[in-house]
């Protein structure tokens, strides 16, 4: 457990790991056609001379309403930042340190119901903003505990640096702490 909580915490490296988990979930929304992904214009609007108009190939050109857009945003674009295996590991474990005021570790959590994990949480004062983190996948457990309003819950070897800023609080199970001192 001295492993998890003893480390000197480096913002910086904490906030580009998150950034970079931030930079990775965005998605690719905006997006303009180029001309040749508009419809139609297929053939030449009118012949090359004898008009006396300007010279055009094809009404799907970006100087033309309806046209295509010459430099608009594409969806090609990636935003994913690299960050080290070894560097993740350790903003994580920064961030562990960070926040051990705020984790409470209990034996096991294990419900049914909604309204048992409600209870838990009201048993160790926590009422808003809570990461729960489990050691395994049990179904019943998850569940129960997605049905809470500002209440998330994870398995220890899904933890990451985003979720723990996230939340105010961290319930944790024994079992996960140990989980996460071997995979680090």
Do not use: C
Request: charged share 40%; net charge positive; proline share 2%.
């Amino acid at each position: 457990m001295e492993k998890i909580f003893k480390i000197k915490p480096n913002n910086d490296l904490i906030k580009e790991v998150a950034l970079s988990q931030l930079f990775s979930r965005r998605k690719k929304i905006a997006h303009t056609k180029e001309r040749d992904e508009k419809r139609g214009g297929g053939r030449k609007p009118w012949r090359q001379k004898g008009t006396g108009r300007a010279r055009h190939g094809s009404i799907r050109s970006p100087l033309w309403k309806g046209g295509g857009v010459t430099f608009g945003p594409r969806a090609e674009r990636n935003f994913k930042k690299k960050i080290n295996l070894k560097t993740k590991r350790k903003a994580l474990l920064m961030t562990l340190s960070a926040k051990k005021k705020d984790i409470k570790l209990v034996d096991e959590i294990k419900a049914e119901k909604t309204k048992e994990v409600v209870e838990l949480l009201k048993k160790n004062n926590l009422e808003r903003s809570v990461l729960i983190v489990l050691k395994g996948y049990d179904i019943k457990t998850i569940r129960s505990i997605r049905n809470i309003d500002k209440v998330d819950v994870m398995q220890a070897k899904d933890l990451n640096v985003l979720d723990l800023l996230q939340y105010q609080h961290i319930l944790m199970e024994k079992g996960a702490a140990e989980i996460i001192e071997k995979l680090l």
